[in-house]
């Protein structure tokens, strides 16, 4: 049976449960109960929440059951949950008497829910049951315009004090190695139970070594599994806080309560040893993807050139791979899953020097080849993606680590590259793969390396408008937007696939009141230079009259942003994902007769040593030109990405001074004799 792996978040609080000895050979359990659980009386007259005082509903018991059932078709993971809600005030009332149940996105992996029932228990005790065909399929648009298939109901006659219950079946195709349940809801709950029934067919790994059912409790704590009915081995965990998404926040399965069920044979003694006997064999198995045969020998050669190692021989060679491999997995090309199924397998850097085509591992292998050929000395880089976990090693197991790179060995200091990767410039990785602990492969001594943050400079965002103010406010100009480094690789990925019509589409809806012609949009899709955005805009009554005044504001690319932390308490901690820097050049022709009034210079704002915040403005010698500058960096110190609650009111201090100073607005008098 083929195990598909999956990524996992990271650890912060981690219980190690083995389950062996806990299996039963007792037949699945097709259903949960078809009738409802009785409620005491003492839950009906509750009148205050007890996990978070100022709830307005509260989860009083979730229940999951996971088994493993053989269809014709293959096997099928089956959830069977089982939810009761108990509502407090009238906005409890108003956010749970409406349910959506997802049927959950797993890539390619197809779900979906089915079995759903739910009633109203008023405090009296009276039941209303919510009929079937009040039950309806409709498509939920979620975070980032992703679409969800949901069920959806009315529960009726939901009053405070209600309890409110619904029970569903989910149904997943396939069975992982590795599979990830929530403990956590948006409300508190008390308590959350899971039983799990381990799939009765002998597993075996990778290495072909038999595989048993483990499981790993993240970021809480939860009771030791214990033998169950029917086979089933159970955990709770009382208690649970809600879990509220915020702006900037870490990963969700990075701070969330948690649970993995995954499959694997024995560990090692120790994680030093886990981690040393994985390095050692992914080493092993990369070793013949890295082979130097004369074709490779000759095209490092040819690319290279011979003497000693460089900097520059690197360069050619990580230019010379994208140039030449056409990355086959890349949305730009267009081909299905059925087209790319029947492409051949490349087994050796040869292969894809050869064949010119592949996916992005099949680049950054040939480019260690090159490089090994070069006289470079190479190993292959393994690491965590922390847009989905923040890394800790003390799992002593591989589920959340995967090969990102090669790494090159450069004047005694090994540096991290990654050509498969499209977009990503010379010296960088994807920001996911910054700043993390990276293993490095060897046969022998396998060691850990942390990957460096890219410098605010790499990523800029770099902005001019050339432009002419009317006395009636209209601005009207020239405006030309670059993106340098990680922006640069997101804004591509973003439109890379994308029509003409629809990337300019896309601009458009990016600047809402601002009227756009003679768009231009340069390097979409080109590996190395940057992607530019060239194009004419108008904004009517951009700058305000007022009598003989004209206030204008010249932060013109902040114009209608919002504050970045506009609350003033936080939850989650605050999480960027890279350090980044802005520079904004603006020129602003004034309308014939008006001229500066006082104008007061911004002032800048200083972050300490990770960020700053510098404006200037000024005017022509001829009185007839306002000239602004802008440039903000963050992250200077890239151990400053992610901030405790603790620091939040002294994060948004920085970045509302910096909002202030960009809402500021420039008066220009209209002279004597102008009408």
Known sequence: MKLFTARAPALARVLLLSVFGLLSSSSLVTHAAEVWKPIEPALLSMTSPIVEKDADAEALLWEVRVAYEQESYGVVTVL????????FDDRGRESQSKVDIFAPQFGERSTKVS????????????AIEVKREDIYDRVVVKTNGLRVNAKSFALPGVVPGSIVEYRWREFRNGIQDYERFDL???????????????????????????????????HGVATPFVKGKDGYIETSMKNVSSFRTEPQMPPEYAIRPWLLVYYAADADSGVEQFW????????????????????????????????????EKLAKLYDFVRAKIKRYTDDTVHLTPEQIRKLKENNTASDTLKRSTGNAWDMDMLFGALAAAAGFEVRVAFSSDRSDIFFDKSFANNYSIEPVGIAVKVSDEWRLFSPGDTYVTYGMLRWQFEGQETLIADEKEPFW????????????????????LSADGTIEGDIRIEYTGHFGEEEKERIDALTTDQREQSLKSRFRGLEITNILIENATDPDKNIAYAFHG???????????????????????LAQRFPTSERSQMVYFHFPWSEEDNIEIELPPGYQLDNAQSPQPVNGGPSARYEPKAGITADGRTLVYKRSIYFGKDARLLL?????????????????????????????????
């Open 184 to 218: 956590s809801r948006d409300i508190p709950v008390q308590v959350v139970r899971y039983s799990v029934k381990p799939y009765q067919k002998t597993l075996l790994d990778s290495n072909g070594k038999p595989a048993a059912m483990r499981a790993q409790i993240f």
């Open 538 to 560: 108008r904004a009517r009554g951009y700058a305000q009259r007022t009598g003989r005044r004209v206030l204008v504001k010249p932060a013109f690319f902040q114009r209608g």
């Open 643 to 675: 901030f405790p609650v603790a620091d939040y009111a002294g994060l948004k201090a920085f970045f509302d001074a910096v909002y202030k100073q960009d809402e500021q607005a420039i008066a220009l008098l209209q002279t004597a004799g102008n009408p």
């Open 80 to 87: 069977d949950h089982y939810v009761r809600v108990k509502v």
């Open 276 to 311: 040393r006997n994985f390095g050692r064999s992914m080493a092993a198995q990369m070793k013949p993807g890295l082979k130097v045969n004369s074709d490779i020998q000759k095209a490092a050669i040819e690319v290279a050139g011979t003497g000693r190692v460089s900097d």
């Open 115 to 126: 079995d759903v029932a739910a009633r109203t228990v008023k405090p009296d005790g009276t």
């Open 449 to 468: 390396m942390t990957s460096p943050y890219s410098d605010p400079a790499k990523s800029v965002q770099k902005r001019t408008g050339k432009f002419k």
